[in-house]
């Protein structure tokens, strides 16, 4: 019996050893910026991974805080194509502070779904997209010349972390609260909560409603989808764009890449816009860096909306129309212009008020200007 103890410790003692001198690839992710990082989702080239370790298994493959010992959630990304072209971790870190993951060759917990994103056929080609935070959507072309017609980008704002696109398309009343948020904002012919149109003439060249949709990637950190719209006129120029918007996990912004095309060379003067629905008493952040929000008066029982756009380039200026903010801003021909737009809402439980709205586009801007700083070795 002594013999088998004796047995036993020595396996264990020879387990301890082999563990501790196993090479397991490390990921240091550091917080350089003034501004804590709270569920940020960072993304990590799948090739820099393959080279801290060839033989990589997806299907067991797990990452672990090493100070903590808990598991990091993770999603592969495919970015529409057959294989893994990024690895999202979502992470907090704090300011001037580092965090040191590990990657074990173990099979991960399931990450529950935070971002979703869908074609909605059975409401005139809706698209639909939501996260953790708030919902959004694009009208598709079979809206077009019909009453409920509308241009922009639309919000539903949620009360709840949970995942609600599909509940209130199946409902189909979300245009009342029934405890989780409502659709109560109102796009018409606008840009709504920052979607983006050529400008030219004192004037918006609206596309017109979405043609085809193609989902990339969906969650359960980030959901990706690109949207194509027809060509159409702009002061006398056949113009195309295709939009490729993501959300992540524990944002309340979207990221936007608009391609436009045309026939020569030159730029297209473009605006985004903030629909302001016409009111009074506006509270607005113009800021020509970048920056660019509005915080509507409040709507009876339905609470207030904030919504907003951030760029990392600066805007040829901002103005005030009729319906909509507008901030202007140009793209070159072919070549992918990127921006972040997105809403909150007061009754939401994180932002109540305009200048926690402000405060957080600021902020944003400055988490662009100075983004976490990942090695793996």
Same mark, same amino acid.
């Given at each position: 019996?002594?013999?088998?103890?004796?047995?036993?410790?020595?396996?264990?003692?020879?387990?301890?050893?082999?563990?501790?001198?196993?090479?397991?690839?490390?990921?240091?992710?550091?917080?350089?910026?003034?501004?804590?990082?709270?569920?940020?989702?960072?993304?990590?080239?799948?090739?820099?991974?393959?080279? @801290?370790?060839?033989?990589?298994?997806?299907?067991?493959?797990?990452?672990?805080?090493?100070?903590?010992?808990?598991?990091?959630?993770?999603?592969?990304?495919?970015?529409?194509?057959?294989?893994?072209?990024?690895?999202?971790?979502?992470?907090?870190?704090?300011?001037?502070?580092?965090?040191?993951?590990?990657?074990?060759?173990? $099979?991960?917990?399931?990450?529950?779904?935070?971002?979703?994103?869908?074609?909605?056929?059975?409401?005139?080609?809706?698209?639909?997209?939501?996260?953790?935070?708030?919902?959004?959507? +694009?009208?598709?072309?079979?809206?077009?010349?019909?009453?409920?017609?509308?241009?922009?980008?639309?919000?539903?704002?949620?009360?709840?972390?949970?995942?609600?696109?599909?509940?209130?398309?199946?409902?189909?009343?979300?245009? $009342?609260?029934?405890?989780?948020?409502?659709?109560?904002?109102?796009?018409?012919?606008?840009?709504?909560?920052?979607? +983006?149109?050529?400008?030219?003439?004192?004037?918006?060249?609206?596309?017109?409603?979405?043609?085809?949709?193609?989902?990339?990637?969906?969650?359960?950190?980030?959901?990706?989808?690109?949207?194509?719209?027809?060509?159409?006129?702009?002061?006398?120029?056949?113009?195309?764009?295709?939009?490729?918007?993501?959300?992540? @996990?524990?944002?309340?912004?979207?990221?936007?890449?608009?391609?436009?095309?045309?026939?020569?060379?030159?730029?297209?003067?473009?605006?985004?816009?903030?629909?302001?629905?016409?009111?009074?008493?506006?509270?607005?952040?113009?800021?020509?860096?970048?920056?660019?929000?509005?915080?509507?008066?409040?709507?009876?029982?339905?609470?207030?909306?904030?919504?907003?756009?951030?760029?990392?380039?600066?805007?040829?200026?901002?103005?005030?129309?009729?319906?909509?903010?507008?901030?202007?801003?140009?793209?070159?021909?072919?070549?992918?212009?990127?921006?972040?737009?997105?809403? #909150?809402?007061?009754?939401?439980?994180?932002?109540?008020?305009?200048? #926690?709205?402000?405060?957080?586009?600021?902020?944003?801007?400055?988490?662009?200007?100075?983004?976490?700083?990942?090695?793996? $070795?």
């Amino acid at each position: 019996m002594k013999k088998f103890f004796h047995c036993i410790v020595l396996l264990l003692l020879f387990s301890c050893y082999a563990f501790a001198q196993q090479k397991y690839p490390t990921i240091t992710v550091k917080n350089n910026s003034s501004i804590n990082r709270t569920d940020a989702v960072v993304s990590i080239p799948w090739a820099q991974v393959l080279k @801290a370790d060839p033989k990589i298994d997806t299907a067991k493959f797990l990452v672990m805080n090493k100070n903590t010992e808990t598991e990091i959630p993770h999603q592969l990304e495919y970015k529409g194509e057959k294989t893994v072209q990024n690895l999202l971790l979502q992470v907090s870190v704090k300011a001037q502070e580092s965090l040191v993951l590990l990657i074990f060759a173990s $099979k991960a917990k399931p990450v529950p779904a935070k971002t979703f994103a869908r074609y909605v056929p059975e409401r005139k080609d809706d698209f639909a997209w939501e996260n953790d935070r708030i919902a959004f959507r +694009m009208y598709g072309k079979a809206l077009e010349k019909t009453s409920e017609d509308a241009y922009g980008i639309d919000v539903w704002v949620k009360s709840t972390d949970k995942l609600v696109v599909n509940d209130r398309y199946k409902k189909n009343d979300y245009h $009342k609260d029934h405890g989780d948020g409502l659709d109560y904002y109102s796009v018409g012919f606008t840009l709504g909560a920052g979607s +983006m149109a050529p400008y030219l003439n004192n004037k918006v060249y609206y596309s017109g409603n979405y043609r085809s949709s193609k989902v990339l990637d969906n969650g359960p950190l980030r959901s990706t989808f690109q949207l194509s719209y027809d060509e159409w006129d702009v002061a006398g120029r056949k113009v195309k764009v295709t939009k490729t918007i993501s959300i992540d @996990a524990g944002s309340q912004l979207n990221k936007i890449e608009n391609v436009y095309t045309w026939s020569g060379s030159g730029s297209l003067p473009v605006a985004i816009g903030l629909a302001t629905r016409g009111e009074k008493n506006m509270k607005a952040l113009q800021d020509r860096s970048g920056v660019f929000g509005y915080w509507e008066p409040v709507h009876g029982a339905d609470g207030i909306t904030g919504v907003g756009a951030v760029s990392g380039k600066s805007f040829t200026t901002t103005l005030a129309d009729p319906k909509q903010l507008l901030a202007i801003t140009e793209v070159k021909n072919n070549i992918p212009y990127v921006y972040y737009a997105g809403a #909150a809402w007061n009754k939401g439980g994180r932002i109540a008020d305009e200048t #926690a709205w402000f405060k957080y586009l600021k902020e944003f801007q400055q988490q662009l200007k100075t983004p976490l700083k990942i090695t793996v $070795k």
